[in-house]
Each structure stands twice: as C-alpha cells, then as structure tokens.
C-alpha cells in the first residue's frame, strides 16, 4: 500500500514538472509583438490635398506671420484681377534654396525671407515681367505646408494684407477683427471677397457675414472709400 501511493505522488510529480516545461517552451517560442507607431507628429493635411511636390520636399513648420524659407511648399492659384479671372497658374511649388519659387512661365520669384504679403506682390510682379499680363494680378495663397490660408487686405490697421489659418466656422467679421480691424478714424463699411472662381460686393460686414461663404485663398478687401 505504501509502496502504491508512492508510485502515484511520482506520477503527480513528473506530470507537473511536463507541463511546466511545456509553458516555458510556449513562452520562448511565442514572437514579441511590434511596438504601435508613434502617431504624435503626423502632420494636419488639408483635405483632399497634400503640399508636398515629391518625396524629398520635407516639412518645415510654418507660420503665416513669419518669413519664408526654403523647404516650404505653397498652394497658389495666380489670376488676372479682372472680370474675365483669366488663370495664369495654379498648382504648388516649393522654395527652393536659393530663395527662388519655380512658377513656370510666371518666373522664379526670390520670396525666401520674405513674410507672406510681400511675397505675394513678388509674385504678382513676377507674371508681368514675364510678359503673361499686362493686367493687375490676384494670388491667391491657398495655403502653406498644409495650413489653409485666408487674406484679409485694404483699409486694415495693420498697414498690409494680414493672412490668417482657415477654417470652415470663421466669419467675415471674425476673420477682419483677427486681423487687427480697419484703421483708426475710418469711416468705410465696405468690402470685397475675393475668391479663386469670382469676386463680390457687400456694404458691409454683417451683409457679408449673412450670405458670404469663405473659402481657403480667398480674399477679404476692405475697400477704403465705400
């Protein structure tokens, strides 16, 4: 009897030692799992557009009040200032190192340096010296390094056209106190919004502020007479 219960606590024994090797083979052969992407710095596009020109165009942090650099890629649509809003060019371009922006037949304007409202008039400049107009210009900045873009212009406090982040819920008069407000001592109430595809007429802010749809590129006039 004795003998027999021994027999059963070895059995218990080598049967507990088996499975305890069997879950360190589990362990060892079970593959450690891949870390999950660190996601923190992926960058806010516009959507349905990606300013990146090709794989070696690097993003660079952008603010609209700073000056360029070269590395930043901007989204511009360039049309004559006239009822016609004939196109002279549309697409993205990055700056180069030299400070230069290739625009095709537009030329290659040096920006790099330059704060964005200065750039624009560059640009502008560059299209009648290249001989595509003899027309005033609109550039419309659609954005910069994916940030969507609006231009707020004319009689301003500021002294020069102010360029502000995009979004869907700004207003007309949102969009001008942002800016600064018109001068001091003005006694104008009008404006004009200029986008990509056409351009309006409001007496003023809060008629604007009923019926104009803003738009990434577009323009807010603020006319300094009216």
């Known amino acids: ?10 059995l218990l024994a080598l049967m507990v030692s088996i499975g305890l090797c069997a879950c360190d083979t589990l362990k ?8 999950l992407p660190d996601l923190t710095s992926v960058k806010r596009l516009l959507p349905g557009h990606l300013d990146q020109v090709d794989a070696q165009d ?11 650099q070269p590395g930043h890629t901007l989204r511009l649509l360039v049309r004559e200032d006239l009822r016609s809003a ?5 697409g993205i371009s990055v700056i180069q190192q030299d400070g230069t922006l290739d625009l095709g037949k537009g030329g290659t304007p040096k920006i790099g340096g330059l704060t964005l409202d200065r750039a624009v008039t560059v640009i502008g400049s560059s299209f009648r010296v290249a001989g595509r107009t003899s027309s005033p210009v609109l550039v419309h900045v659609i954005s910069v390094e994916n940030q969507p873009l609006l231009a707020v212009a004319g009689d301003l406090a500021a002294g020069h056209t102010v360029y502000l982040p995009f979004s869907d819920e700004l207003t007309p008069s949102q ?3 942002y800016a600064g407000g018109r001068r001091a ?4 109430r009008a404006l004009y919004l200029a986008t990509p595809k056409d351009e309006r007429y409001y007496r003023d802010l809060r008629a604007a502020d009923l ?12 006319a300094a007479h009216l």
């Open 211 to 222: 019926s104009a749809k803003l738009q990434a590129g577009a323009i807010l006039e603020l």
């Open 175 to 177: 969009a001008v106190a």
């Open 86 to 90: 004939r196109e002279l060019w549309s």
């Open 1 to 10: 009897m004795k003998f027999r219960f021994a027999l059963i606590l070895r």
């Open 58 to 68: 690097p993003n660079i942090a952008f603010d609209p009040r700073a000056p360029l």
């Open 28 to 35: 060892k052969v079970t593959p450690s799992l891949p870390k």
């Open 185 to 188: 001592g003005s006694t104008s």
